[in-house]
């Protein structure tokens, strides 16, 4: 999934741009070998259409029903409900493995991000000092069977 590579295994392309820096794809698949060398299938492409908008999943391997997740859009395909309903079937997909507790974390500036954590139910905790980003705003979502305490989420086509 590096820049530049016009289509992927599948027939599905890239967008302008790529999907994201080479280094985060870097540090993306080191934390997809790692999950997934534990057995988790907790890492996602989200596709719209024929193309790979962005890149989701969770950071580590589930512990005590916990982890910690992420997600990034490709900024040609960004302010499209793609993070949105990416994270929604993330929740889901939690669910369905009996998580009970998600969390995140973004930057204060993000607005977009929090936005989205926010539409999806998580709950701002506080804030902290991260060595790299700076102070970043923590963030949870305790899950229900159910996946929202009372009602179903929606599932989206947007995990392939």
Known sequence: MLRGEPVLRGGLTLPPGGVDEPGVLTHVREITQRVHAEGCTGAWMIVAGD???GLCGYHDTPRNGETEIGYSIAASRRRRGHATRALQA??????????????????????ASNRVLEKNGFVRTGTRVDANDGEVLTWHKALTPDGRGGTKPTTSHVLD
């Open 51 to 53: 193309e790979v908008v």
């Open 90 to 111: 993330m929740v889901a997909e939690a669910v369905g493995e009996g998580l009970v507790l998600l969390t995140a974390e973004t930057s204060i500036a993000n607005h």
